[in-house]
């Protein structure tokens, strides 16, 4: 499995979510509502999620294997911190 495409949408006010990510795998399946967070060990991805009648938050979809996710995470992170610098520029 591959990321084949990442479109980022930055917040514009200041918190703790930094944006909300659209990905691609395999140039046939996207997953929308993929937040960038900042925690206190630094930046990290929350999947879509929605909210059950008990208050609780549970994934809508969710890499099984944690490598999967450190690879869909690392591949969001480095746009995030690309488009970052281009804004710098």
């Known amino acids: 499995m591959e ?3 990442v479109r980022i949408r930055k917040m ?3 918190g703790k979510m930094k944006a909300v990510v659209s ?5 046939e399946f996207v997953v ?5 967070i900042e925690g206190e060990k630094g930046l990290f991805i ?5 909210k059950t009648a008990e208050g609780e938050y549970k994934d809508i979809a969710h890499p ?3 490598s999967t996710r450190e690879q869909i995470q690392n591949s969001i992170l480095q746009m ?3 488009q970052l610098l ?3 520029e």
Request: hydrophobic content about 25%; cysteine-free.
């Open 3 to 5: 990321v084949t495409d």
């Open 12 to 14: 514009e006010k200041e």
């Open 23 to 27: 990905i691609t795998l395999d140039g």
């Open 32 to 36: 929308h509502d993929i937040k960038i």
């Open 46 to 50: 929350a999947m879509p999620s929605r």
């Open 64 to 66: 099984i294997k944690s």
């Open 80 to 82: 995030y911190n690309e």
């Open 86 to 88: 281009q804004q710098e």
